[in-house]
T-cell receptor, first 114, second 113 residues
Framework: KQEVTQIPAALSVPEGENLVLNCSFT??????LQWFRQDPGKGLTSLLL?????REQTSGRLNASLDKSSGRSTLYIAASQPGDSATYLC?????????????FGGGTRVLVKP | KAGVTQTPRYLIKTRGQQVTLSCSPI?????VSWYQQTPGQGLQFLFE???????NKGNFPGRFSGRQFSNSRSEMNVSTLELGDSALYLC????????????FGPGTRLTVT
């Protein structure tokens, strides 16, 4: 059974500092891994998706890496801003037979202080 | 293109009642998945529908059910509500299965009293 863990559960950084968010999973036979952002009481916004054959994806200040062999993904957010304050969730999709079922980590709640 | 819409956005029900939540996917998307989010359990997969057929089901009791219509809109139903069913219910849509990316709606906040 796939288990996804995100540590730490909460993180507070001063504005301008780079953010490093970690995600680990127990079963390396994933189809893809997706990072989401969630603002309080809201739905999820997709940030980056990494296919199992890829090592990293970049979008603006965001960069996500994937190391399947060690069961880890890292989300880097450069030069953090107060608007980056939110909960960040990673989710894995297993093989094609699993369809669109995502297994989520518990999330990391980020606070960027001005 | 309009995003995923969920109705109603907020709902208060009494223990023992039943509730129906609705999800309209992005136009052209044929897959709809449902998730329950609670502070204690986090985000948990409920079920996935594709072309009106349930393709995948999470580990929830039979009180949780769903369906998908020919226009891809989906509903989920919870019967005999319990206090522990209080949660944010999210649906996600995607054009295919498995999808390259999934798009989530704003959720329905259900409170059971």
């Amino acid at each position: 059974k796939q288990e996804v863990t995100q540590i730490p559960a909460a993180l507070s950084v001063p504005e301008g500092e780079n953010l490093v968010l970690n995600c680990s999973f127990t079963d390396s036979a994933i189809y893809n891994l997706q990072w989401f952002r969630q603002d309080p009481g809201k739905g999820l916004t997709s940030l980056l998706l990494i296919q199992s054959s890829q090592r990293e994806q970049t979008s603006g200040r965001l960069n996500a890496s994937l190391d399947k062999s060690s069961g880890r993904s890292t989300l880097y957010i450069a030069a953090s801003q107060p608007g980056d304050s939110a909960t960040y969730l990673c989710a894995v999709c297993m093989d094609k037979a699993a369809g669109n079922k995502l297994t989520f980590g518990g999330g990391t709640r980020v606070l960027v202080k001005p | 293109k309009a995003g995923v819409t969920q109705t109603p956005r907020y709902l208060i029900k009494t223990r023992g009642q039943q509730v129906t939540l609705s999800c309209s996917p992005i136009s052209g998307h044929r897959s709809v998945s449902w998730y329950q989010q609670t502070p204690g359990q986090g985000l948990q997969f409920l079920f996935e529908y594709f072309s009106e057929t349930q393709r995948n089901k999470g580990n929830f009791p039979g009180r949780f059910s769903g369906r998908q219509f020919s226009n891809s809109r989906s509903e989920m139903n919870v019967s005999t509500l319990e206090l522990g069913d209080s949660a944010l219910y999210l649906c996600a849509s995607s054009p295919t299965r498995p999808a390259y990316e999934q798009y989530f709606g704003p959720g329905t906040r259900l409170t059971v009293t």
